[in-house]
């Protein structure tokens, strides 16, 4: 449930106390007074002792089938697009044994475009929304995107917090953003990206993640891929941690996405297991856990297959 269902506009000085004071009490659910060393330390702990074990081929094989295979370039055409899709068409054909990809990740200008050629069932229909990757644009501006890229057919959505509003300690306007976006939505599930390089220490991304999700996140996802630092395990064993006590608190199962800086297949390892300690059996499947990624689909098959393929 939206936190920010039961919150009137603000009037008074005293109504946004009021509201404040709501967020402040979501918070104060969760341990967000987090010390960086302490989850450096702890990835270390992971990586060293647990990744070794999945490096499998079956565990690669579940990792390519949780590929976001994403296309969010400048020189993105229809054309480009649509020979992007066909790819996904004929993999079945080219790698019976292997799943199909998880989702193709595309601007909503070019839902329609996917959603027209796309031949494989069960791959989802992402589009990143809301002026990505900067979120910065009048809520009605990023309302109307998200509808229209729904109604053009995407199946899945990919928002960006308002990240200079989180850092202002705005969190009723991050929150009302959020519930407004997934309101437009309609039953097409919503990632919020956390941008966590932005974000910079462990509490922020603690905090961030526990509105994202009270204000309607059904993933949340670290980076857009678009600034500096992407996505990182730190990061990543952060959101973990948060999914994961949300969970317990609520019942309420919200899947995690780590995006952008995905450069190697040892890399998509380092998540598997993080989710995998952090969060457990349940979220290892291609609905709760995703990859946002364009190159690691070709490193995935490459190792799988035992010789380099260049498919995508």
Known sequence: ?????????????????????KYEEALAKY?????????REAVKKIIEEKVHANDTV???????????????????????ILAFTEK????????????????????PCFAA???????????????????????????????????????????EIDIVLPVGKF????????CDDISEMKHACGEAPMKVILETGCLKTASNIKKASILSMYAGADYIKTSTGKEKVSATPEAAYVMCQAIKE??????????????????????????YTIVK??????????QWFRLGTSRLANMLLSEIEGTEVKFF
């Open 88 to 107: 996904v068409n004929k993999l079945d054909d080219e790698f019976p044994d292997l799943p199909h990809i998880a989702t193709i990740c595309v601007y």
């Open 58 to 80: 079956d565990v690669k094989k579940f990792l390519f089938g949780s590929v976001e295979l994403t296309s969010l370039s400048t020189t993105d055409s229809e054309e480009s």
């Open 246 to 271: 949300y969970y317990d608190e609520t019942g309420i199962q919200i899947g995690f996405k780590p995006a952008g800086g995905i450069n190697s297949v040892m890399d998509a390892l380092i998540y």
């Open 167 to 174: 850092l202002m300690g705005d969190y009723e306007s991050v």
């Open 113 to 155: 475009v996917v959603s027209e050629s796309l031949e494989v069932d069960g791959v989802e229909i992402a589009c990143v929304s809301g002026n990505f990757p900067s979120s910065q644009a009048l809520i009605e501006v990023k309302v109307a995107e998200t509808a229209l890229a729904v109604q053009d057919g995407a199946t």
């Open 277 to 286: 300690e952090v969060l457990g059996e349940k979220w290892l499947t291609n």
């Open 31 to 39: 341990k967000t007074d987090i010390d960086d060393n302490e989850v």
């Open 1 to 21: 449930m939206a936190i920010t269902q039961n919150i009137e506009p603000r009037k008074s000085s005293e109504n946004q106390i009021s509201s404040s004071n």
